[in-house]
C-alpha cells in the first residue's frame, strides 16, 4: 500500500467513526471531534463541517507541529488536545465528544467512581481535567496530567477524550467511558443508598484479564 493508499484509508476510517459518534448519541452537531495518527502526519476533523457532508476532498491533515499538511479546510478548534496527546504518548488515534451522561459527571466528581471492571480498560479510574476554555493550551495541559497512565479522561463541564492504538479501539472506549457514568449516575440517584465500588485491587484483576480478552490471533 502506497502512502497515499494509507492516508486515503484512514480519512474514510476517520470520517466512518465521527460519523458514528452522531449515531450513538455521542457528539450533537459538530461538537466533538475525531483524529487519527499517520506516520509523521495527523488527520483531523475540519472545524465546522457536519460529519455527514464530508468527503474525500475535504481531507484536513496537520503535522505534529500543526501546521497545515493537506487540504484547504481549517482543523478541529480543539487540535491543542490532540496534538499534545500524540506527543505524550504512542496513541494513533484520539476521540473527543461532548456525551452527555460523561459531562454530567464532570460537574459532580473529580474522579469518575471504579463502579465496572471495564474501569481497568482505561487504565484505572478515570480522572476529571480541570475546567479550561477549549481550544487551549491550558486545556491541552489539563488534559495530559488527568490522562497520566490512563488512556481517557473527563473534561470538566466539557466532555471526554480518550486515545488507543486505533480508531476502532479508541471509539470503543469512549462508548465504555460514557456507559459507566450512565450507570454511575443512575446507581448515584437512588436516595438513601451508596453505590457499591470496586477496589483498586479488583481493578488490577479485571486489567490483567483484560489484557488476555478476545481472540488469539
Known amino acids: 500500500?502506497?502512502?497515499?493508499?494509507?492516508?486515503?484509508?484512514?480519512?474514510?476510517?476517520?470520517?466512518a467513526t465521527a460519523r458514528r459518534t452522531v449515531t450513538d448519541g455521542l457528539v450533537v452537531g459538530t461538537s466533538g471531534n475525531v483524529s487519527v495518527r499517520v506516520g509523521d502526519l495527523v488527520l483531523v476533523t475540519p472545524s465546522g463541517v457536519p460529519y455527514d457532508r464530508l468527503g474525500p476532498g475535504d481531507l484536513t491533515a496537520v503535522d505534529l507541529d500543526g501546521h497545515p499538511a493537506r487540504g484547504t479546510l481549517r482543523p478541529t478548534s480543539e487540535l491543542?488536545?490532540?496534538?499534545?496527546?500524540?506527543?505524550?504518548?504512542?496513541?494513533?488515534?484520539?476521540?473527543?465528544?461532548h456525551a452527555a451522561h460523561a459531562t454530567a459527571v464532570s460537574t459532580l466528581v473529580t474522579e469518575l467512581p471504579p463502579v465496572h471492571y471495564m474501569t481497568a480498560a482505561l487504565g484505572g479510574p478515570v480522572r476529571v481535567a480541570p475546567y479550561a476554555l477549549y481550544g487551549t493550551e491550558e486545556l491541552a495541559k489539563n488534559m495530559l496530567?488527568?490522562?497520566?497512565?490512563?488512556?481517557?479522561?473527563?473534561?470538566?463541564?466539557?466532555?471526554?477524550?480518550?486515545?488507543?492504538?486505533?480508531?476502532d479501539e479508541a471509539y470503543d472506549r469512549t462508548a465504555q467511558l460514557e456507559w459507566m457514568c450512565r450507570v454511575w449516575l443512575a446507581a448515584s440517584a437512588l436516595p438513601g443508598r451508596e453505590p457499591a465500588l470496586l477496589t483498586p485491587e479488583q481493578v488490577d484483576a479485571a486489567g490483567e484479564r483484560l489484557r488476555g480478552y478476545g481472540q488469539r490471533r
Not at 1 to 15: F, G, H, K, P, Q
Not at 152 to 159: A, E
Open 145 to 167: 496530567a488527568a490522562l497520566r497512565d490512563r488512556t481517557g479522561c473527563l473534561l470538566r463541564n466539557h466532555g471526554t477524550i480518550v486515545y488507543g492504538d486505533t480508531l
Open 1 to 15: 500500500m502506497t502512502d497515499r493508499e494509507a492516508i486515503d484509508r484512514a480519512w474514510d476510517e476517520l470520517v
Open 80 to 97: 491543542p488536545m490532540h496534538l499534545a496527546v500524540y506527543r505524550a504518548t504512542d496513541a494513533t488515534a484520539v476521540v473527543h465528544t
